[in-house]
């Protein structure tokens, strides 16, 4: 069986709509959530790349770097 999951993680943002002081720390709660979800495939979506606002982190990577970390 494949599970999909899709998510558009906003580049980060918290759920009022800023973004953390600590650029890394959602992205470290979503790479949580996508372990847990045991999916096959992730589809995410609105991700920076070496943006300001994302604290210059190439967030996919981040958080692909993470998720080997946590397996």
Do not use: F
Not at 3 to 13: P, S
Not at 59 to 64: L, S, T, V
């Amino acid at each position: 069986m494949i599970n999909i999951l899709t998510w558009n993680i906003k580049a980060g943002q918290d759920k009022d709509g800023g973004y953390p002081i600590i650029k890394n720390k959602n992205l470290d709660k979503i790479a949580g959530v996508i372990r847990d979800s045991g999916s096959s495939i992730v589809c995410l979506q609105e991700v920076d790349a070496y943006t300001l606002r994302s604290g210059l982190i190439h967030q996919a990577r981040y958080i692909a770097h993470r998720l080997t970390l946590l397996s």
